[in-house]
C-alpha cells in the first residue's frame, strides 16, 4: 500500500498547492497507540474488547466526543459517563504522552518543507495540556510551524469531521485566510480526512494499516508512510535525495 493510486491521483489533476496543515496524533507523532492501550484496559474490566472499527469512529474527535462514542458504542454508558471515562484514562496517559516518538517520515518532511519556505502548521484535536506532554520531546521541531491550533481553541466549535479546526488554521497563515484549493492537509483518522474536505482542501491519508480500507476512499491521496510523499506531484519542491 505504499502509494494507493486513483483517478484523483493523476499528477494533472492535483491542484498546485502553497500551504500544508499536518494533523498531529498517529501522523506526525505515534501516539494512538497509547489511546488503544489505555482504551483495552478500561473495557476489559466489563469483559469488552476494543476493535478498529470502534477505533476509526474515534480518531481524530476532541476528547469528550471519542468519549462519548467510547461509552455508547461499548454499551458501558449505563456504568461509565463519557466524563468519567476521560477522568479514569487520564492518569495512564499523563506518564504516556512524555514517551512519544516521531512517526517515520514526520522530522525529514517538516524540516524540507520549512528550509524551502512552505507555510506549514499543526491543527490536533489535542488540547493544550496534553500537546504539550507529547510535544515535549519534540519541540525543537514543532516550533518550525508558523502555527499550531489545538482542539480547546475558542474558534473550534466542534471536532473533526467539522471543518472549524482547518478554517481556523486557514484563517492564521501570514496574509490569510488562505484559499481551501492550496492547501494540502495530511491525515491519518477518517474523521480529519472528512474535516479537510468539508473545508474545500485536498487530504491525504497516512491510515494506520489495520483501518479497513473503506475508509480510504475519501482521500485525494493514502500512503502508508510518510516517507512515501513525493512533494513534486503537488506542485511542491522536491527532496534533493531520497529516503534512508
Known sequence: MANTCNPADAPSTKPS?????????????DTEKFYTEVQE?????????FDWSL?????????????????EETGIDALLSA????????????????????MPGASRLIQHLHANGIPICVATGSHTRHFELKTQRHGELFSLMHHIVRGDDPEVKQGKPSPDIFLAAAKRFEGGPVDPKKILVFEDAPSGVLAAKNAGMSAIMVPDP???SSYHET?????????DFNPSEWGLPPFDKPPT
Open 55 to 71: 477505533k476509526a469512529k474515534m480518531m481524530g474527535k476532541k476528547a469528550i466526543e471519542a468519549a462519548r462514542v467510547f461509552v
Open 41 to 49: 484496559i478500561i473495557l476489559a474490566r466489563y469483559n469488552k474488547t
Open 219 to 227: 482521500a485525494d491521496q493514502v500512503l502508508s508512510s510518510l516517507m
Open 17 to 29: 498547492i502553497s500551504h500544508i496543515i499536518f494533523d498531529m496524533d498517529g501522523l506526525l507523532l
Open 83 to 102: 466524563e468519567d471515562f476521560l477522568v479514569e484514562r487520564e492518569d495512564m496517559l499523563q506518564t504516556m504522552f512524555p514517551t512519544s516518538e516521531l
Open 210 to 212: 489495520r483501518l479497513d
